[in-house]
Nanobody
């Protein structure tokens, strides 16, 4: 079955850390760029980060730059999002998605071939 399986969300206190995982099943994720998105209640889905397939170049939204790190392990067919110094504003459902065109304009949701089902991240004391 072709899908992206997400894990790693949860509840964390402000200033804490979480690592999200996005594992591919049924296809080689190494041939795809992967983006992470998030959607808070009442807000539009926004692009958070992206990593290319060709050279592992990365991109980040200004709101997470310096706090979040995207990485990939092609041997495990997976991409990760390490989130540090979390803030209440980071609370959202996080989604990973895979595309064949790269990370230019990654923040737009069109053009992605596969989407994960989302994982909840809640930052609260």
């Amino acid at each position: 079955q072709v899908q992206l399986v997400q894990s790693g969300g949860g509840l964390v206190q402000p200033g804490g850390s979480l690592r999200l995982s996005c594992a591919a099943s049924g296809f080689a994720l190494g041939h795809y760029a992967v983006g992470w998105f998030r959607q808070a209640p009442g807000k539009e889905r926004e692009g958070v980060s992206c990593i290319t397939d060709r050279d592992g170049s990365t991109a980040y939204a200004d709101s997470v730059k310096g706090r979040f790190t995207i990485s990939r392990d092609n041997a495990k067919n997976a991409v990760y999002l390490q989130m540090n110094s979390l803030k209440p504003d980071d609370t959202a459902v996080y989604y990973c998605a895979a595309n064949r065109y790269g990370c230019d304009a990654y923040e737009y949701t069109v053009g992605y071939d596969y989407w994960g089902r989302g994982t909840q991240v809640t930052v609260s004391s």
